[in-house]
Antibody, heavy 126, light 108 residues
């Protein structure tokens, strides 16, 4: 079955770029869409965005242009970059499979985020 | 922006029925999804497309949609169901995905 594992630095300085990787095992990243979600300490979930390895992405407008998501098929990994971080970006970051099926009319039928990584904690502090 | 509203907490005794609501203006048009999150763990999908249950999720979990309010129902609540529950859906255009603020389910 598909398994996900997030990795990256646990500490990032303010104004720098947060870079995380999600390694996918059990299937190719070409097979599905993938998403990033974060959860600040003691708070709820926030959708960051989803992506397809070919470059199709959609992200939360609240993050403006700070977010970049991409895929590396040679390593079967997806990645997240968040620029100009502040303390408000401190959170547990999760990657998850954005499970769905594309219809004949190019519509996307979403069936939920059915596989999640264990999450990785990122603290923004000097 | 778009928001989904959940009650902060719900409490039930073992064996009773727990109902967790989620309200949003676009819910008549967009499907809702429910996730269970236990302390220190990643969320788990328990309901998709308003009322469908993924394989491996107990039958006591069910979902329903009544226009601008969707409801997660847990029948015959067990101690192991104590967790935070989050609804997820999209705005009317389907571009912005959001989570509700989460509901803490306490099994008394």
């Amino acid at each position: 079955q598909v398994q996900l594992q997030e990795s990256g630095p646990g500490l990032v300085k303010p104004s720098e770029t947060l870079s995380l990787t999600c390694t996918v095992s059990g299937d190719s990243i070409r097979s599905y869409y993938w998403s990033w979600i974060r959860q600040p300490p003691g708070k709820g979930l926030e959708w960051i965005g989803y992506m397809y390895y070919s470059g199709r992405t959609k992200h939360n407008p609240s993050l403006k242009s700070r977010v970049t998501m991409s895929g590396d098929t040679s390593k079967n990994q997806i990645s997240l970059k968040l620029t100009s971080v502040t303390a408000a970006d401190t959170a547990v970051y999760y990657c998850a499979r954005w499970f769905g099926i594309e219809g004949m009319d190019s519509s996307f039928h979403f069936y939920g985020m059915d596989v999640w990584g264990q999450g990785t904690t990122v603290t923004v502090s000097s | 922006s778009y928001e989904l509203t959940q009650p902060p907490s719900v409490s039930v005794s073992p064996g009773q029925t727990a109902r967790i609501t989620c309200s949003g203006d676009a819910l008549p048009k967009q499907s809702a999804y429910w996730y269970q999150q236990k302390p220190g763990q990643a969320p788990v999908l328990v309901i998709f497309k308003d009322s469908e249950r993924p394989s491996g999720i107990p039958e006591r979990f069910s979902g329903s949609n009544s226009g601008t309010v969707v409801t997660l129902t847990i029948s015959g609540v067990q101690a192991e169901d104590e967790a935070d529950y989050y609804c997820q859906s999209a705005d009317s255009g389907g571009s912005l995905w959001v989570f509700g603020g989460g509901t803490e389910l306490t099994v008394l």
